[in-house]
């Protein structure tokens, strides 16, 4: 799907939050130059229309395109009252290029989990990949998701998730980006229902010329929702961040409580971080925080940790390899474990990698 000599077309304004900044901080949105889909938008088993309403906050173009690169669309139904086993597993190999179109309806009562994987090795293979990833939750529905984002600097990642809650339904949702050329990434939540949750944690490692583009919304309209989205992360090199966060507290959801707020640190004066924290509000008994931090390790701590031995190199990748455990930890998967601890090797080295599977004790899908 994705050579860089195939025939390719530009997908403008991706990841466009619902209220704008400045333009001249250039953080209102995004651009991508992709395949063009050599599907013809007749995708076998094409998802049921009701998941057509379900936004992904990367765009319609970007949508469009990488439902139309996916060769078959898959759905995915847990019936109500059951609690599934087996996690639902969507894996994308970013060095062939794969583009995955899903949808999920979690009936009501029912619990689960969703790995999304998307994860390469092969430096040398400029390709573009997708996942497209939409989730319905019926009443009393709660589920978890958990996304690792693991490519090469040679790869180019698009990614948009859709949620929507109904009544009392709760989602737990955790991303871990820790690599690619360019990865833009767009999650929405439209809380419906009274009384329903999203808890959102982002973690990214961003090193080399890289670029990591986000965008996180969560539409709160039914009474008493909850809206968590906290992100933090590294950023190292000349590599490049944005990420727009955005609770939308609209007319109708009174009671509703929002928090979002980001932490980052930059290792090294090159780096450029772009962070758009808002809250939408249309509503007078309604709560909403929002907040974002940038820094670096003090001077003193890293003259402390000099003193026991570690240089300034060695105290970051400390840090970093902290993200790198959280990541494998939660993987969930073997094969998702396989791919941080892939992506742990290139960027900490394989001694580092290894030292994180043996600290842990963990499964990987290499045994």
Known sequence: MAEETAPTIALEHVN?????????????????????????????????????????????????????????????????????????????????GEAHDTGIIFREGSRGTVVICSHGTNDSAKMTSAS????????????????????????????GIGIELDEGAHASVRQYFLGGKKVVAGIA?????????????????????????????????????????????????????????????IHGSSGSKGNEAETVMGFGPDVVNRTLPVILCDEDDVQGNHGATIGGISQDQVSYLAVRGLSEKQVDELLVRALFDDAAINAVTPAARTAVLDRAAQVLGDEVANDITEGLGLETEKG
């Open 189 to 249: 939540t439209d809380l419906r229902g009274d009384n329903s949750r999203i808890d959102l944690s982002g973690r990214y490692y961003v090193c080399g010329q890289e670029e990591l583009d986000v965008n996180q919304v969560a539409h709160a309209r039914g009474l008493n929702t909850y809206e968590e989205m906290l992100t933090s992360g590294f950023l190292g090199d000349q590599a490049r961040k944005t990420l727009r966060m955005t609770i939308d507290l």
């Open 132 to 159: 497209l990833t939409r989730i319905i939750a019926k009443r009393g529905a709660e589920f978890e998701l958990i996304e690792i984002v693991a490519a090469t600097d040679s790869h180019q990642h698009l990614d």
């Open 16 to 96: 466009v939050p619902p209220m704008q900044t400045w333009n001249y901080l250039h953080a209102n949105d995004t651009s991508l130059t992709v395949p063009v889909p050599k599907s013809t938008g007749a995708v076998l088993g094409r998802l049921p229309k009701l998941f057509n309403r379900l936004d992904c906050a990367i765009g319609k173009d970007a949508e469009t395109w990488a439902s139309n690169s996916s060769d078959e669309s898959r759905y995915v139904e847990v019936p109500a009252l059951t609690e599934r086993d087996e996690p639902i597993v969507i894996d994308v190999s970013c060095d062939k």
